[in-house]
């Protein structure tokens, strides 16, 4: 047994992670040991098995069959490549939904939906829940011990098919989370704001999901039950995580897959119940800035381990087969995207799968192993990565130290993108991009953090969006500016309490004096007008036009305030658009009540960041499209520089902490001075420490 190192989030694997999922399932045994053989080219060291095979462990209800998967994790044993064992439950078999109809999901319009696809199953079936309970107490008895087994993947990308249910066992569970919530009936009939639109009830059994109204459901109904329902799926999680433990040693870690920006489940509550972190991430070929996507979620996938790198569970080679049109990734971009997730913390990296299918609904999505097999461009891509990860052997267990926050909230985000709301036109992932790219850009690690988690930390805090704040999650962000920390709060937040419930008196009621000034009035822009914005007298920027907004304005009343942006046209024109406040402890805090166009927002983004004193990783601005992320080891230090860029550019790799030696890793290791990162390629520079002191 290989000893356990607690720097390595699989103690079991001392090397950043290689490979993907293996279906063995879909192949035969002679098609096993050619794998097995290829997998040696690229050095492939991980594989997750058996993620969709219920119906080949447990053909038919209690018989299990086991003997083709004790072969195959001997097989991997003997060829040296380790197994993350997935619990196989996302994808019940025909036999579940036919003798038990009611494990299968209801939409809100009442439509039961059939199996023939996968993951079809009510998050609140006992039935559901109690099969696969056994099916994961058979396997993790039997392969515990195993030696290949070095970690457990349970489920698989919970909800990214069926986050909700509104079958009536899923009500039964619904009112029975409702009650331990509320206590009483009469408190959720306040909570819910019931007596609007005569909505009161009278006895439990008349509350129901969310279901087809004729018009806008009550909004703290569906906020709760979109909790509920992250709730319920994340018992399913804990209940696999549990039977597993009781069988299985410490130090093989337990995970389920996330999807980054994914709307339908709190993953800070999920990420506190795992044991590590892991991700998958189908950048969108047709966006022009998915890397920038690629860098904000693989933060947030760092961040949601409170800095423990993570793992990129899942990705494509090349072409996927879901999008309307599915182009090939070049093998820039396949390089180029796998190493970002690693700058920024991943040490797998992880592939959805391994040999392409060539039946059933994914015989179009790329594998490592390309159906024209290894005299490929794309096989010649995963073999020359393979090679430059295993050079890269001393970034696993490294990590990155930010002075930024940027705060997310699930149940903030699913409150503002309600119906029923001043505009429809909010999007939170896209909020929160605006605030992230200008530092991305100038090269400034970024951590994201809940409202609630101890902010005090960070130099700079970053609100861009919290329409919903509870009271802790308010304090947390007063607490940490009084505490000295900057805080930049964006515009519709604070507005409601957790239950959707307005805090009156004049908006942000809970900010009004951390930020200096109140809100009278939100002024949501119509479609296709804008307002101009202008600097405010003794703003120092001079009398220049500042840019526009386009989708929100708000009247601000200062009380202690002072405006740097004002509006220029209109109605509010001279009123205050973008704000600071000096605290008198000394903390300081900027308010911006308007949605700012991109160079705007750039401009303003890295004043506030400069003003709080924040370093960037870099001395010089890195030229437009390099990305830069550094990486820490007790011993060592790496920085990663991505040129996403379609032309060269020169860098100074002058940090502005400690001074380093640079060396170039691969090729001709001698940096001098600066040095030149090719259109699209990566360049990754490694030094020893010159300090004792290391990331968090
Ligand atoms: C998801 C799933 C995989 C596969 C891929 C295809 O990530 O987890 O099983 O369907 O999508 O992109």
């Known amino acids: 047994m290989t000893s356990h190192d607690a720097r390595y989030v699989i103690p079991r694997l001392h090397a950043l992670g290689f490979g993907g999922d293996w279906n063995p399932e879909q192949w035969t045994p002679e098609v096993w040991d050619e794998d097995l053989a290829l997998t040696q080219q690229p050095g492939v ?34 060829a040296g490549v380790s197994v993350d064992l997935a619990t196989a ?18 939409t809100d319009e009442g439509v039961r939906l059939a199996y023939g696809a996968r993951q079809q ?26 030696d290949a087994v070095v970690m457990w993947h349970v489920g698989n990308e919970y909800g990214a098919h069926t ?78 995580r549990d039977v597993i433990r009781r069988h299985s040693p410490p130090d093989k870690p337990i995970t389920t897959n996330f999807m980054r920006f994914f709307p339908h489940a709190d993953y800070w509550q ?61 093998t820039a971009e396949y390089r180029r995207w796998s190493l970002q997730q690693v700058a920024h913390g991943a040490d797998a990296v992880l592939h959805f799968q391994w040999r392409a299918a060539i039946g059933g609904a994914e015989k179009w999505h790329s594998g490592m192993l390309p159906h ?69 850009r100038r090269g400034y690690s970024i951590d994201f953090a809940h409202p609630e988690s101890d902010l005090s930390g960070y130099a700079l805090v970053l609100v861009p969006q919290l329409y919903a704040v509870t009271d802790a999650g308010a304090k947390s962000l007063i607490s940490a500016a009084e505490g000295g920390t900057t805080v930049a709060v964006g515009y519709f937040s604070g507005a409601v309490d957790e239950r959707d419930r307005v805090r009156a008196g004049g908006y942000p009621a809970p900010w009004q004096d951390l930020l ?76 911006v009540s308007a949605d700012l166009d991109a160079a705007s927002m750039d401009a303003l983004i890295l004043r506030i960041a400069d003003d709080a004193g924040v370093e960037p990783i870099l001395r010089s601005a890195p030229p437009e499209g390099l990305e830069v992320t550094i990486r820490e080891t007790p011993e060592k230090r790496f920085l990663f520089l991505l040129n996403h860029g379609q032309t060269a550019v020169a860098v100074d790799p002058t940090t502005t902490g400690d001074p380093a030696e640079w060396r170039r890793i691969g090729a001709d290791p001698s940096v001098d001075g600066t040095l030149d990162v090719p259109a699209g390629d990566v360049v990754i520079l490694v030094a020893n420490q010159e300090r004792t002191s290391v990331a968090r």
């Open 45 to 78: 060291n991980l594989v997750t098995v058996r993620v969709l095979s219920w119906a080949f462990l447990e053909p038919t209800p209690g018989v299990h069959d086991f003997g083709w998967l004790d072969t195959v994790l001997d097989k991997c044993l003997a």
């Open 89 to 106: 439950t996302a994808s019940p078999p025909p036999w579940l939904g036919h003798q038990w109809p009611q494990t299968l999901p209801v």
């Open 121 to 146: 199953y009510c998050p609140s079936s006992p039935v559901f829940l109690e099969r696969a309970l056994l099916l994961t107490e058979a396997v993790s008895a039997r392969y515990a011990d195993h």
């Open 163 to 240: 986050p909700t249910c509104y079958c009536d066992v899923s009500a039964e569970a619904f009112r029975a989370w409702l009650a331990r919530r509320y206590g009483s009936l009469d408190a959720l009939n306040e909570a819910w704001s019931t007596a609007f639109w005569s909505q009161r009830f009278s006895d439990w059994d008349e509350v129901i999901p969310p279901r087809r109204t004729p018009y806008f459901p009550n909004p703290t109904q569906q906020l709760d039950f979109t909790t509920f329902s992250s709730d319920a799926m994340l018992r399913l999680f804990t209940a696999e």
């Open 270 to 330: 999920w990420a506190d119940a795992e044991d590590l972190v892991s991700d998958d991430w189908y950048p969108d070929l047709d966006d022009a800035r998915s890397h920038v996507e690629g860098a904000a979620g693989a933060d947030l996938m760092r961040s949601l381990g409170g800095g423990q790198p993570w793992l990129l569970m899942e990705q494509a080679v090349s072409a996927i087969n879901w999008r309307g049109v599915n182009p090939p990734k070049t």
């Open 372 to 440: 024209a097999g290894p005299r490929t461009r794309s096989w010649r891509a995963v073999v020359d990565l393979g090679a430059e990860l295993a050079a890269l052997r001393e970034v696993a267990g490294a990590r990155t130290s930010a002075s930024v926050a940027i705060v997310l909230d699930w149940p903030s985000w699913w409150a503002l993108e309600l119906d029923s709301r001043p505009s429809t036109g909010l999007s939170m992932v896209g909020i929160l991009k605006e605030w992230y790219e200008p530092l991305w």
């Open 516 to 591: 200096g000034l109140w809100v009278e009035e939100y002024r949501p822009i119509v479609g296709g007008s804008t307002i101009g914005l202008r600097p405010s007298e003794g703003s120092g920027l001079g009398a220049r036009p500042q840019g526009t907004a386009s989708v929100w304005s708000e009247h601000v009343h200062l009380t202690g305030a002072v405006a740097v942006l004002e509006y220029a046209h209109g109605e509010l024109a001279g009123q205050p658009a973008v704000t600071r406040h000096d605290l008198a402890s000394g903390g300081r805090t900027w308010y």
